[in-house]
């Protein structure tokens, strides 16, 4: 009997990066932006939904390491390397950026350093580790709309992925604060791994609030906002 192992890990596309990948609409030319592997830009290409890709990644060693993959799937010629603070260096025409796996205020920096080589004909797609919120919040307020948000999870963590395009209407689409917060199309769908996501972060808050010295009012103020904030959500979801 042989077994053969695969080895996955080097072209493997989890879930995360998958779906990520299943957002993008076919397009011309896309910048993924801290590349790192270059294992997103490769499979678009490979499945033939983009045409052209330019890899960026602020550190050249994983530039090194996405073009020894491209090369592995023979697509270096579809692809540029370039070693760039988000689209600081970028002087190409492209139609899509994808941001993936940075927090949340690189990634809202990196948008606003870009704001000047973006216009109607870009989609961004943004998936942050560490929250939304700031992220939909630069977007509302230069002009985004979101057209499509997934929450999936992957070893146990919750992600948020955003796809934005610009306002064709500026005053047509309007955003509360929850929007902001939680994602507007994950609440108009009732997503329920944000129904999830947020159960266990009410667990967490219930246990940091009966944990809260009596004297610190403040701090109980904060969480008791944040936890009242979630019930209200919770509320809406559940019903
Ligand atoms: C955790 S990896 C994410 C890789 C890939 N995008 C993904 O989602 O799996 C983050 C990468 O972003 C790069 N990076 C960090 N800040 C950056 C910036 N301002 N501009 C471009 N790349 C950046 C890092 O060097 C690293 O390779």
């Given at each position: 009997v042989i077994i053969v192992i695969k080895n996955?890990?080097?072209t493997h596309l989890g879930i995360r990066l998958k779906t990520i990948a299943d957002m993008v609409?076919?397009?011309e030319v896309l910048v993924d932006i801290g590349?790192?592997?270059g294992l997103l830009p490769i499979y678009l290409l490979e499945k033939k939904i983009i045409i052209k890709a330019i890899a960026t990644d602020i550190c050249i060693s994983p530039l090194e390491q996405a073009k020894k993959n491209a090369k592995k799937k023979s697509l270096l010629n579809k692809m540029d390397f370039i070693v760039s603070?988000?689209?600081?260096?970028i002087n190409k025409k492209f139609n899509y950026i994808v941001i993936a796996g940075l927090g949340t205020r690189t990634i809202v920096n990196i948008l606003k350093n870009a704001k000047i080589k973006l216009n109607k004909d870009h989609k961004i797609i943004v998936q942050s580790n560490n929250g939304c919120y700031l992220v939909r919040k630069w977007g509302y307020l230069n002009g985004l709309i979101i057209e499509d948000e997934k929450m999936i999870k992957e070893n146990k963590i919750y992600y948020e992925i955003i796809k934005f395009k610009f306002d064709d209407?500026?005053?047509?689409v309007l955003y509360s604060e929850n929007d902001l917060i939680f994602g507007p199309i994950l609440l108009k769908n009732k997503d329920l791994l944000l129904k999830e996501r947020i159960e266990k972060e009410q667990e967490k808050l219930l246990d940091i609030i009966k944990k809260?010295?009596?004297?610190k009012t403040l701090e109980t103020r904060n969480v008791t906002l944040k936890y009242d904030r979630n019930k209200e959500i919770l509320d809406y979801l559940n019903l």
């Open positions: 996955r890990s080097s609409d076919e397009c590349t790192d592997h603070d988000g689209l600081n260096k209407n500026k005053n047509k809260i010295p009596k004297n």
